[in-house]
T-cell receptor, first 116, second 113 residues
């Protein structure tokens, strides 16, 4: 099966600019996750979708971050305006069925964002 | 927070040696997962162990879970240069009726030929 696809792989922007990331999960996977991974740390969940509904966005900085999952398939994550502290790798993952912690998550290779 | 904490932060060994990484967590869990991340790549799932299990094997990997000590270990036997990667444990946390994974900071493993 094809894996989780993410684009772009790299993005460099200046602070206060906006940026968007795209994710295509594994076909048929109901649950989609966006993680932020700062250098030297583990991934931190930003938002979790079940089909096209938000399950958890408690750690999403909603004043600048937004995400949507149209038709329960692809998803985009947007940052506007970006801050220096947003420099990180943004990982998308998906899992089948109802998600949660009792099944593996499948990760894309991420988008490395650098803020100048 | 139920975040797992890996120990050691970094580990350097020779090919053929065994590598052991430990994970400690703070509160009760339903299950614990281990992932590997090669440089510049996404995470790859290795093993999921449930709270009622004590040990699981997958090829050269052995994971143990001690719920009384709130700890888990990942053993890689007969390591290879290709095992060089960061290894993360992830524990589950209940939030709003759903469980989510909380990842530790990882152990960076370097296997030298």
């Amino acid at each position: 099966e094809a894996g989780v696809a993410q684009s772009p792989r790299y993005k460099i922007i200046e602070k206060r600019q906006s940026v968007a990331f795209w994710c295509n999960p594994i076909s048929g996977h109901a649950t989609l996750y966006w993680y932020q991974q700062i250098l030297g740390q583990g991934p931190k969940l930003l938002i979790q979708f079940q089909n096209n509904g938000v399950v958890d966005d408690s750690q999403l900085p909603k004043d600048r971050f937004s995400a949507e999952r149209l038709k329960g398939v692809d998803s985009t994550l947007k940052i506007q305006p970006a801050k220096l502290e947003d420099s990180a790798v943004y990982l998308c993952a998906s899992s089948p069925n109802s998600g949660g912690s009792n099944q593996p998550q499948h990760f894309g290779d991420g988008t490395r964002l650098s803020i100048l | 927070s139920q975040q797992g904490e890996e120990d050691p932060q970094a580990l350097s060994i020779q090919e053929g040696e065994n590598a052991t990484m430990n994970c400690s967590y703070k509160t009760s869990i339903n299950n614990l997962q281990w992932y590997r991340q090669n440089s510049g790549r996404g995470l790859v799932h290795l093993i999921l162990i449930r709270s009622n299990e004590r040990e699981k094997h997958s090829g050269r990997l052995r994971v143990t879970l001690d719920t009384s000590k709130k700890s888990s270990s990942l053993l890689i036997t007969a390591s290879r240069a290709a095992d060089t990667a960061s290894y993360f444990c992830a524990t589950d946390a209940r939030t709003g009726g759903y469980n989510k994974l909380i990842f530790g900071a990882g152990t960076r493993l370097a296997v030298h030929p």
